[in-house]
């Protein structure tokens, strides 16, 4: 169970100065591979968290933005992640690009979105999904299915398709502001190329070669 990778290299004369430029190439690669039935889902991240032990846990979620300020997804605050990162803000973001050889490894700060950020999000998002936010306690033990599917019923006739739903008060986004952004490309012997930026206090990045 061994894949010879084969793909070009990642030089770092070619990188942007900016990671998040970076991110931004590389992120479009993957969406083309996604029109092409390459990669599923390439806004789909790895998110890992710990509680205040240290105690680890990963999950994977949606990617709904990205900007020069970091990484945003989001999730019901009372869940499991949310709850890690209210203790322990440090998390780190995995892009797992496999069809085309690439990783994109990210360790930062989480921070909560404001609430007209997530607000702006929540009502773009289809009604079923915005019911969702609402039936699921995300986290917590339910009795069964059906639990969850009259929860959602019951909403689904308290708030029609043409009415608007509000948004929960327990959930929303955070953004994760990046402190090191490693980008991963395969090669054949398991020479990886692996290229680190890590911020400076000045707001300026370094950039190191990692050994694979």
Known sequence: MRKQYRAQ????????????????????DAARAAL?????EPNAMVVSTADAKGRPSSRTVLMKQFDTDGFVFYTNYDSRKARELAENP?????????????????????RRTGRDETAAYFRSRPHGSQLG??????????ASRAELEEAYADLGARYPEDEQVPVPPHWGGFRIAPETIEFWQGRENRLHDRLRYTARPDGTWTVDRLSP
């Open 36 to 40: 092409h039935g390459t990669i599923y």
């Open 133 to 142: 936010a609402w039936a699921s306690a995300q986290s917590s033990v339910i």
């Open 9 to 28: 290299g990642l030089e770092e004369h070619d990188l942007a100065t900016h990671p998040m430029d970076q991110f931004a190439r590389w992120f479009e």
């Open 90 to 110: 440090y998390v780190s973001l995995l892009f797992p690009w496999h069809p085309v050889a690439r990783q994109v490894i990210v360790t930062g700060v989480a």
